[in-house]
């Protein structure tokens, strides 16, 4: 679309990023299933090498359906520019890697999805990186665990497993005094729920495995950069600040200014990392992104009735969904979140552990898989999944205890979905 009026979410979800193939006039985004793209002559290959003219060299780096992508989601983020992954995890080592170095640490909040919380505390200290939780509702916590080697703060808008939301103004207002990087994995909230750079967020990630493709058939990833952030002001974040070796002597932030943080990410992280998203993955997602507003609704609008019936059934110890006037964090949820808090959340049952498993293999419509932001129904339990890699502690701060399943609320008739758990609870509480 040309440069105008602002257009809506409704709009933008649709249109934006993608215009006509200017070969075959094709409508929908065309999946350029290629490798390599041909260069004009000698000196445009040059220029191409030396980040001197932007355009494709070959699909590691970028290429034009995932661009698609890049820029639909940045756009929808109110980002200046975004790098597609090949998944959520990746997305996540790509966010990190140009702030991080050996000795330096991120602050990331204990409430996380547990496949980060095993990411964060084990394997980045394989790169000599190391992160420390704390909780982010304590704020004189989070301003106490920031040091010197400290180069990013990391946190979910709304947190998986459910029940908890981020007020990340509250936290951007600490991280902004402290001169740090907010990471936000607004995975489960999805730029319509929150959009964690207008709170105040300086870079956000993705899943796009979950709610942006909405039907569990790709996983990929995404960073998206708000462009606001100086790199330069301090010495922290040589990699966008200092020469860079690798293309002689270039600074990123001094060259590219509010896209530096983007560049790096195609030009050092995609070139020499690898994780890059491919063109099928991003063509599906570019498919289910058309209708994300209408499906968040509908999530929102199931995850309130199935969560309001489930709180108030005797066999249910309680029910943790951000969305629900009981919730501890309904003010905040009402105040930050104002169009829902999505649709995932956890069910305590009174009858522990063993009545769990019971339940998730007594069900019809709900499939027990390790998913989430599906347009079908989904249920886990955390503690024998998920999980199960963390210390009982890790498990009760991420809301995952024995007595817990997750479930993700999917977009069929909400009365449906309450007869299968009431049938299913029957089973499983005898
Ligand atoms: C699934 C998920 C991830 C990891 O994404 P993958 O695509 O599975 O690698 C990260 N954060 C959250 C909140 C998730 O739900």
Not at 282 to 302: D, P, W
């Amino acid at each position: 679309m040309s440069d105008g009026p602002t257009y809506g979410f409704d709009t933008l979800q649709i249109h934006a990023g993608a215009r006509p193939d200017p070969a075959t006039g094709a409508r929908q985004t065309p999946i350029y299933q290629s490798t390599a793209y041909v260069f004009r002559d000698a000196d445009h290959a040059a220029a191409l090498f030396n980040l001197q003219e932007v355009g494709y060299i070959y699909s590691r780096l970028t290429n034009p359906t995932v661009a698609v992508l890049q820029e639909r989601i940045a756009t929808l983020e109110g980002g200046v520019g975004a790098v597609c992954c090949s998944s959520g995890h990746a997305a996540q080592i790509m966010a990190l890697f140009p702030l991080m170095g050996p000795g330096k640490n991120v602050v990331a909040s204990t409430r996380l999805y547990g496949g980060t919380v095993t990411q964060f505390s084990q394997t980045i200290k394989r790169f000599g990186w190391s992160a420390k939780f704390v909780d982010f509702d304590d704020l004189d916590a989070l301003k106490a665990a920031i040091d010197d080697d400290t180069r990013a703060v990391f946190c979910e808008s709304v947190a998986n497993p459910g029940g908890y939301v981020t007020d990340i103004r509250a936290v951007a207002d600490v991280t902004d005094a402290a001169g740090l990087p907010l990471i936000v994995d607004n995975t489960s909230a999805t730029p319509y729920l929150c959009q964690p750079i207008s709170q105040g967020a300086t870079l956000v990630v993705h899943s796009t495995t979950k709610y942006l493709t909405g039907n569990g058939t790709v996983t990929g990833g995404c960073v998206v950069d708000s462009g606001r952030f100086d790199w330069s002001a301090s010495d922290k974040f040589p990699s966008l600040s200092a020469p860079e070796p690798a293309y002689h002597g270039l600074k990123f932030h001094e060259t590219f200014g509010n896209l530096a943080y983007t560049f790096h990410g195609i030009a050092i992280g995609l070139r020499d990392l690898g994780m890059t998203m491919n063109p099928q993955a991003a063509h599906y997602t570019l498919m289910g992104i058309e209708t994300l507003s209408l499906r968040m609704q509908k999530h929102v609008e199931n995850a309130k009735k199935v969560a309001s019936w489930l709180e108030q059934d005797p066999r249910v110890d309680y029910v943790t969904y951000a969305g629900l006037p009981s919730s501890p964090y309904a003010e905040r949820a009402a105040r930050c979140y104002p169009k829902g808090t999505g649709g995932l959340f956890t069910v305590a049952l009174k009858g522990g552990y063993d009545v769990c498993i019971k339940l998730v293999d007594s069900l019809e419509i709900f499939s027990h898989v390790a998913n989430l932001g599906d347009t079908r129904s989904l249920i886990i339990h955390s503690a024998s999944t998920t999980h199960r890699q963390l210390t009982p502690e890790q498990q009760a701060a991420a809301g995952a205890g024995p007595n817990v399943v997750r479930v993700s609320i999917g977009i069929e008739d909400a009365d449906d979905l309450i007869r299968d758990l009431d049938q299913a609870l029957t089973k499983a509480c005898g």
